[in-house]
């Protein structure tokens, strides 16, 4: 993946590279000449509330969770193209996650055996505390 290529989040969704944004600056740190001349950090931005390949429901979504833009920043790798496919996959993983809709959760009761198992657990346990505690006079 580089600056040419859409990047596929599923599939009926793919980012076509006109809508990504690609900068490439110098990676801070240290490594020597390279570093200070090699433009191997790499900054990756779209534009969700340009999109054009976005639904409206989609870009509600994803607007909402990652804002107005996505942007992505990598520095790990000396080499610049490996720091765009990583960018790449950050971006879609990204996308991908704020995309999922959580299914809304149903509260439920404890079943009467759930309710017995509870009870049953606290009369065991004062059982026990009771066995712990010192003999009384009377019980001499």
Do not use: C
Request: a positive charge.
């Amino acid at each position: 993946m580089g600056p040419d290529v859409a990047i596929e989040i599923d599939d009926r969704l793919t980012i076509p590279d006109a809508e990504l944004a690609w900068r490439f600056s110098p990676s801070g740190g240290p490594g020597g000449q390279h570093a200070n001349r090699a433009s191997t950090r790499v900054e990756l931005t779209w534009a969700i509330e340009r999109s054009v390949v976005l639904t409206e429901s989609q870009r509600a979504r994803l607007m909402a969770e990652l804002g107005t833009t996505a942007t992505v920043s990598v520095d790990e790798e000396r080499s610049q193209a490996r720091n765009r496919d990583i960018a790449a996959q950050r971006l879609a993983e990204r996308v991908r996650a704020a995309l999922v809709v959580d299914k809304p959760r149903r509260p439920t009761r404890p079943s009467k055996r759930a309710k017995q198992r509870r009870v049953d657990a606290k009369r065991q346990r004062a059982r026990d505390k009771q066995l712990r505690r010192p003999p009384k006079r009377d019980d001499y």
